[in-house]
């Protein structure tokens, strides 16, 4: 079984039991009374099938059986690289019942990314669809399997005709549901689900959660926007992400439905907004961007819809000015958390947009949010229990008494307790709300004998937020294009990863101990755009 840090002092734990955040609740109690309750109602909308809660409840009882005759059991890692499909939440929530962890992977990783994740957790089972935006996830994996000696079990989402890989289809026909006396009883404070995030380091590191610190997470986000069964939630952010995985886990605890978008188009969402009578929305800005810029938006109704929430990046003040001038009867919310810790704030539904706007809202009533030298740190029961088998990373990010320190600054906007982010106190890039750190990316371009030195930064983009700028001293003689760069990282990483502009220079800013001083090479950019 994974053991995690002790983030929370036991003073803490104590109090957030007292107050009713943490508890004995468990994935599993709120699926069944979901079943119990709803059962014939509408859970999640794909596009391919939909299921009610008491179909979901019932595969999920059929395909932990199923993962406990292929010997995957208790304390073992089980990898998800899924679009948002009804699987993902099948999958998840099936490995409670046989008291596995499971590891959520985001669909964009490629071979190094995904080798370094399943080695590093010692995966013992992979779960995966076939094909999704062109790439072949089953190639991939066989690709790399022989060298993860923890590696068991590969499962396909789709069909498929392939040696070592059994189709989730497969897996689930003649498979009676799970015996209560086979069951596995997790406890709430037992780390259940893990999620990997670029560090300062450079390389991903592993964020440990509990039910405790999981489930009042969905339970913190909806209360405010005042969720209740009565919602019907257009996801498409990837259930892979801390953001997409939050909101399915919002759906389930309301008695919501939910319909899953596997790829977004502003035209597509708009559509899916009018004919399923979606009446919430959590996107990143760049896509909000995108939809009240559409040329279909006068094209659809609307109506139903009461609120936006918007993270992962800031928002723009013209984005916002917009928002209001296109959907007038939306509330637009703006949240700020991450995976480390759920969210910490959020503007409110009564806001006044005008005396917000700029600010990612007031510290919500069961968190607490400080600054320290400049550093926002955060300290609540939705706050993860340390990074696995890192303890200088833990012990660099929690300070004894239980504050997490994000990496980000930040400042009170005003005497309301609004808080304004005023940049990053880490290196990694924020494209659209995916982050990475530039120097994996780096080190893959040093191996071309092209490259003097390089450095990737983010420079600021209206619609994504930051894009990714590639600086680059060239040897003597030596030179490359952008293109040839994206061809020669495709498919070895992430494609948001990719450069998309390319800036040749002689010397870069220096620090005297000899680092890049990235904030100075983008402002020599933007001077010179």
């Not at 794909?46 to 199923?66: H, I």
């Not at 969402?269 to 040329?295: C, D, G, K, Q, W």
């Not at 080190?443 to 600021?460: D, N, R, S, T």
């Not at 990714?468 to 990282?489: H, M, R, W």
Request: proline share 5%; glycine share 8%; charged share 25%.
């Amino acid at each position: 079984m994974i053991q995690a840090p002790r983030s929370h002092p036991p003073e803490l734990e104590a109090e957030y039991r007292r107050q009713g955040w943490w508890s004995d609740r468990v994935f599993s109690d709120v699926l069944a009374q979901r079943a119990h309750e709803d059962g014939d109602r509408a859970a999640f909308k794909d596009d391919k099938r939909s299921l009610t809660y008491g179909q979901l409840w019932s595969e999920v009882k059929r395909f932990a059986e199923f993962l406990r005759r292929q010997g995957v059991g208790r304390g073992d890692v089980v990898t998800l690289q899924l679009p948002n499909r009804i699987e993902f939440p099948v999958v998840f929530f099936a490995l409670e019942l046989i008291g596995a962890v499971a590891n959520k992977v985001s669909s964009d990783l490629r071979k190094l990314e995904l080798d370094y994740i399943l080695r590093f957790s010692k995966s013992a089972a992979y779960v995966c669809p076939h094909m999704f935006k062109g790439h072949d996830y089953v190639d991939m994996i066989q690709g790399i399997r022989g060298d993860l000696p923890d590696l068991r079990t590969v499962i396909c989402i789709d069909t498929v005709d392939v040696p070592g890989v059994i189709s989730f289809a497969q897996a689930l026909e003649g498979t009676p549901e799970i015996a209560d006396a086979d069951r596995v009883r997790m406890g709430a404070d037992e780390v259940m689900r893990m999620c990997f995030t670029s560090g300062t380091t450079g390389n991903p590191k592993g964020v440990l959660h509990s039910f405790n610190t999981t489930l009042c997470v969905a339970e913190f986000i909806n209360m405010p926007l005042g969720m209740t069964r009565d919602d019907v939630v257009l996801l498409f952010m990837p259930v892979g992400l801390n953001t997409g995985y939050c909101t399915l886990l919002q759906i389930v605890l309301a008695g919501a439905r939910g319909v899953l978008m596997e790829r977004f188009s502003a035209a597509s969402a708009l559509a899916l907004i009018e004919r399923e009578r979606v009446t919430y929305f959590p996107t990143p800005p760049a896509a909000m961007v995108s939809m009240i810029n559409s040329e279909a938006l006068q094209r659809h109704d609307l109506s139903s819809l009461r609120v936006m929430l918007t993270g992962g990046a800031p928002a723009s003040v013209e984005a916002i000015k917009d928002f209001q001038a296109a959907l007038p009867g939306v509330k637009l919310v703006e949240a700020y958390g991450m995976l480390e810790t759920g969210i910490h704030t959020c503007t409110r539904m009564d806001d006044d947009p005008l005396k917000v706007m700029g600010t990612v809202g007031r510290v919500l009533p069961q968190m607490e949010v400080g600054i320290m030298d400049g550093e926002i740190v955060a300290r609540g029961p939705s706050v993860h229990l340390g990074y696995l088998d890192n303890d200088a990373a833990n012990r660099e990010s929690f300070t004894p008494d239980g504050w997490f320190r994000t990496g980000d600054l930040g400042e009170m906007a005003d005497d309301k307790g609004n808080l304004r982010i005023s940049g990053r106190k880490k290196e990694i890039i924020n494209r659209a709300g995916k982050k990475y750190f530039p120097r994996e990316i780096e080190e893959l371009l040093y191996q071309h004998p092209a490259f003097l030195q390089v450095a990737i930064v983010g420079m600021p983009d209206a619609r994504l937020g930051e894009r990714n700028c590639l600086c680059a001293i060239f040897k003597p003689g030596q030179s490359i294009t952008v293109d040839e760069v994206v061809a020669l990282l495709k498919g070895r990483v992430a494609d948001y990863k990719l450069p998309e502009q390319l800036e040749v220079m002689t010397e870069f800013p220096m620090t005297p101990s000899g680092k890049i001083r990235r904030p100075e090479l983008v402002k020599q950019l933007l001077a010179s755009a």
